[in-house]
């Protein structure tokens, strides 16, 4: 059987490409960061056979489990990645513990620490570009909220765009970063974390895509709850088209983040 035919399509899908590709133009145009999250699919390290195919003296093939039982794993390894549209850079932050929204934030705190920073050291605002569900979706208050402990520390503009929901496969970071990976390392045995950020890490293509990957050994609670309170003492601003899918967090002022309204942005 072949995917061929798609399901209905939000009404709104065509104008959300184009106010996503049209907002990322203006902000390379203007030096600042775009970047592309996503949680690559979960791997269970060990022992297991991998697909594709890898040379081998003959008669001398690697072995592997006969079967795919988690409780014969070392762990489930989470790669979130980080792709950098301005640069062709990957950052692939290695978890180990569960995707949650404070994984996710977390993991684009280390690429900026370790390479937005640097690369954009007169930056004012980002703009992250991300699936409609999952860690990161739209209607997670906990990401909402990560990403303003965020703003606040970074003293950035944090502005957000989710794909409509069922068109993931459109964003940036699965066809520019996510196949190399997954090309790079067919037919290698996962067997530890430590192998598989080297293999993340030694991910390269002709284009000249660069990619560096870390280990997260952190532990990230699930079940987070944010109040209504918390919420509106985010700095969030809706945009007019679509303020569930566009929306931008603005660094609170102080210490102490003030609770205000939400205002309305133009398109």
Same mark, same amino acid.
């Given at each position: 059987?072949? /995917?061929?035919?798609? =399901? ?22 203007? =030096? ?6 996503? %949680? ?7 022992? $297991? ?18 079967? @795919? ?6 762990? /489930? ?19 180990? @513990?569960?995707?949650?929204? #404070?994984? #996710?934030? &977390? ?15 007169? &930056? ?23 990403? +303003?402990?965020? &703003?606040? +520390? ?8 989710? $794909?409509?929901?069922? %068109? ?13 990976? %997954? ?21 390269? %293509? ?10 997260? /050994? ?13 919420? #509106? #003492? ?19 002022? =102080? ?8 205002? /309305?942005?133009?398109?």
């Amino acid at each position: 059987m072949r /995917k061929s035919r798609e =399901g209905q399509s939000h009404p709104q899908r065509n104008a959300q490409f184009e106010h996503i590709n049209a907002t990322a133009e203006d902000c390379l145009e203007r =030096g600042q960061p775009v970047i592309s999250v996503d %949680t690559k699919k979960k791997e269970l390290v060990g022992e $297991f056979k991998n697909a594709g195919r890898e040379w081998q003296p003959k008669g001398t093939p690697d072995t592997a489990l006969v079967h @795919d039982f988690p409780q014969d794993a070392e762990g /489930k390894a989470i790669p979130y990645g980080i792709y950098d549209m301005g640069r062709n850079e990957g950052w692939v932050n290695v978890g180990r @513990d569960h995707d949650t929204p #404070a994984f #996710a934030v &977390a993991s684009i705190r280390r690429w900026w620490q370790a390479m937005g920073r640097g690369a954009y050291p007169n &930056a004012q605002e980002l703009f992250i570009t991300a699936d409609a569900g999952g860690s990161n979706g739209y209607r997670s208050r906990a990401w909402k909220h990560e990403l +303003q402990k965020f &703003a606040d +520390q970074t003293r950035l503009k944090i502005r957000v765009s989710h $794909f409509p929901p069922g %068109t993931s496969k459109w964003n940036k970071i699965e066809h520019r970063l996510f196949c190399h990976i %997954t090309r790079n390392w067919r037919g290698k045995g996962l067997c530890s974390f430590e192998t598989i950020v080297d293999l993340i890490g030694n991910t390269k %293509t002709q284009a000249g895509l660069r990619v560096k990957a870390k280990l997260d /050994k952190r532990i990230y609670p699930t079940g987070a709850v944010i109040s209504k309170l918390e919420m #509106a #003492a985010l700095s969030l601003h809706r945009n007019d088209f679509q303020g569930d899918w566009n929306y931008e967090l603005h660094p609170r002022a =102080g210490d102490q983040p003030t609770t205000k309204p939400s205002r /309305k942005l133009q398109r």
